[in-house]
């Protein structure tokens, strides 16, 4: 069976992308999914100086042979002024130590939700201008917006957004097959 790898970019308990990405991980057929928690790679703030002392941290190398595994991605990023949650952006420096191609030229589904009516578009639009450096095959971008209005008892309640999502994962799982 596939292996799907997702990831929330956030390292927030009620963070608003672990339940996106719950809820998409619930519309995926036949594939084993692993579903990281950035919470469980606890890492110190990349610097070369603590790298040229310290080396690559083991959560790190953990991650990297995960990625290994994976015949594609789901991402979604929690939107920090403009950009990447610190949490995220940490993790892939440090990634990028060991494969620049952190995405391994797999398939991936990139999405963002936010509480604001741009539903987190900077960081969209940043990851998907940056990622296919760092080896992404970027199949669909998917923005959730107003994620209190949006997303109710652990789905999307917007018919227009439920059913965009639903083709973006159909699209993604004939992309891995
Ligand atoms: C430091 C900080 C900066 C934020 N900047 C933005 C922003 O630029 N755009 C936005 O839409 N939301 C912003 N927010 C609100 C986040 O989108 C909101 O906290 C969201 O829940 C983060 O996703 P998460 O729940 O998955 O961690 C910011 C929140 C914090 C704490």
Redesign the pocket.
């Known amino acids: 069976m596939k292996k799907i790898i997702t990831i929330?970019g956030?390292n927030?308990q009620?963070?608003?992308?672990?339940s996106l990405i719950t809820y998409t991980n619930s519309l995926l057929e036949h594939v084993d999914i692993i579903s990281i928690d950035l919470n469980d790679y606890i890492l110190p703030i990349y610097g070369p100086d603590f790298e040229a002392e310290n080396g690559i941290p083991t959560a790190i190398k953990r991650l990297n042979e995960l990625f290994d595994t994976a015949d594609g991605f789901i991402i979604s990023l929690?939107?920090?002024?403009?950009s990447y949650?610190s949490v995220f952006k940490n993790t892939i420096d440090w990634l990028s130590r060991v494969n620049m191609k952190i995405w391994r030229e797999k398939p991936m589904l990139l999405m963002t939700t936010?509480?604001?009516n741009?539903g987190?578009a900077?960081v969209l639009e940043s990851a998907n201008n940056y990622f296919p450096f760092m080896g992404a095959k970027i199949v669909e971008t998917f923005s959730l917006p107003s994620f209190y209005d949006n997303f109710n008892n652990g789905e999307i309640n917007d018919e227009r957004l439920k059913e965009d999502i639903h083709s973006k994962v159909i699209k993604f799982q004939t992309v891995i097959k």
């Open positions: 929330a956030s927030s009620k963070s608003i992308n672990k929690a939107e920090h002024n403009g949650a936010s509480p604001g741009r987190g900077s």
